[in-house]
């Protein structure tokens, strides 16, 4: 899953603080923002022999456009199965096949951490007007 964050309102900011100011602070927004995350979604991630939580992983910040991503991934073989659940096999005596109800770790992480990226970016905005002088 995603996160991406477009930065094209912070073009007034770039010209009065300069390109890399800006540029270091939205890198910090969105790297508070992912770190939000992936502690959420560790914690979210039901553990059996703690690979799966183990095995959560973040990809570097790049900037594609006047975006810029940073992906949370796990790459384990039985994540999806977790998250979004699945058909038991086949009971050779019953006859029945039940469902396994998914997680939803990364979904209900991800959700929670858009909801408060207002509030992550606020504190960045406002660290940047600091900078300029404002209060």
């Not at 094209?8 to 790297?31: D, I, P, Q, W």
């Not at 991503?69 to 998250?83: G, I, S």
């Not at 998914?102 to 992550?120: L, N, P, R, T, Y």
């Amino acid at each position: 899953m995603k996160i991406e964050m477009d930065t094209s309102g912070f073009k007034k900011y770039r010209m009065a603080l300069g390109n890399a100011a800006v540029e270091a602070h939205t890198k910090a927004a969105l790297s508070e923002a992912v770190a939000l995350a992936l502690r959420k979604v560790k914690e979210r991630t039901p553990v059996r022999s703690g690979t799966l939580r183990r095995e959560w992983k973040v990809t570097d910040i790049t900037k594609e456009g006047d975006n810029w991503v940073v992906t949370l991934y796990n790459d384990t073989k039985y994540a999806p199965y977790v998250e979004y659940g699945h058909r038991t096999r086949l009971n050779r005596k019953t006859g029945e096949r039940h469902w396994v109800e998914g997680q939803f770790m990364m979904k209900i992480s991800c959700d929670e951490v858009k909801a408060d990226m207002s509030h992550i970016v606020q504190k960045h905005v406002m660290a940047m007007l600091a900078e300029m002088g404002f209060k």
